[in-house]
């Protein structure tokens, strides 16, 4: 079974801090696929990045960055100089093979990590 | 603006009304999804279309009846639902060719109340 844990239910920060934003996942496939969405108060899921398990070069996209180490098993996110527009749900999610040679995977969800930046 | 157009945004319903959510995309993605998700808390997966053949069920109760007509279409058809089933409904899709890497690309959703 899978599973990805997000251990920060909530942060707060003041805008143009940076903020890191913690992911776990389990897994006991070896091909995998992690990504991050935002979910701003509007309700739309906003797709962010994927990474497949055998790329653990980190990415940069302006002010995100994320950091990616099977080590560890963990696929961090990085807002800097963070921004009031960055208030949001951000979640990690994993997608693996589904039984039945499917070719698409299920996502499986963290639960979550609310970002408040204050102005 | 979203490439996957869910409509209505809100919906308030009766437990007894018989009722539909519509979601389009027009990206030529051939899997359509629908999740729901509940107040402060994470997407969970209820359908998932592949080719316009229904590939999963995640044993969802049978108040809740997807529909794909056509492969930029879905329908979520409800009836006789209970006030439990309160929800955000988003609607996603992907590529499938593309493998279990396809992002899914999601809705606006559909903020449902059931009285």
């Known amino acids: 079974a899978q599973k990805v844990t997000q251990a920060q239910t909530e942060i707060s920060v003041v805008e143009k801090e940076d903020v890191t934003l913690d992911c776990v996942y389990e897994t006991r496939d070896t091909t995998y696929y992690l990504f991050w969405y935002k979910q701003p108060p509007s309700g739309e899921l906003v797709f962010l990045i994927r990474?497949?398990?055998?790329?653990?070069q980190n990415e940069i996209s302006g002010r995100y960055s994320w950091n990616f180490q099977k080590s560890t098993s963990s696929f961090n996110f990085t807002i800097t100089a963070s921004q009031v527009v960055d208030s949001a749900v951000y979640f990690c999610?994993?997608?693996?093979?589904?039984?039945?040679?499917?070719?698409?995977?299920?996502?499986?969800f963290g639960q979550g990590t609310i970002l408040t930046v204050h102005p | 603006d979203t490439e996957v157009t869910q409509t209505p945004k809100h919906l308030v319903m009766g437990m007894t009304n018989k009722k539909s959510l519509k979601c389009e995309q027009h990206?030529?993605?051939?899997?359509m999804y629908w999740y729901k998700q509940k107040a402060k808390k994470p997407p969970e997966l209820m359908f998932v279309?592949?080719?316009?053949?229904?590939?999963i069920n995640e044993s969802v109760p049978s108040r809740f009846s997807p529909e794909c007509p056509n492969s930029s279409l879905l329908n979520l058809h409800l009836h006789a639902l209970q006030p439990e089933d309160s929800a955000l409904y988003l609607c996603?899709?992907?590529?499938?060719?593309?493998?279990?890497?396809?992002?899914?690309?999601f809705g606006n959703g559909t903020r449902l109340t059931v009285t």
């Open positions: 999610a994993l997608s693996v093979r589904l039984g039945g040679g499917t070719s698409y995977g299920k996502l499986t």
């Open positions: 996603a899709s992907s590529q499938p060719r593309q493998g279990r890497n396809s992002p899914l690309h």
């Open positions: 279309y592949s080719y316009e053949k229904l590939s």
């Open positions: 990206m030529g993605h051939r899997a």
């Open positions: 990474r497949n398990s055998f790329d653990e």
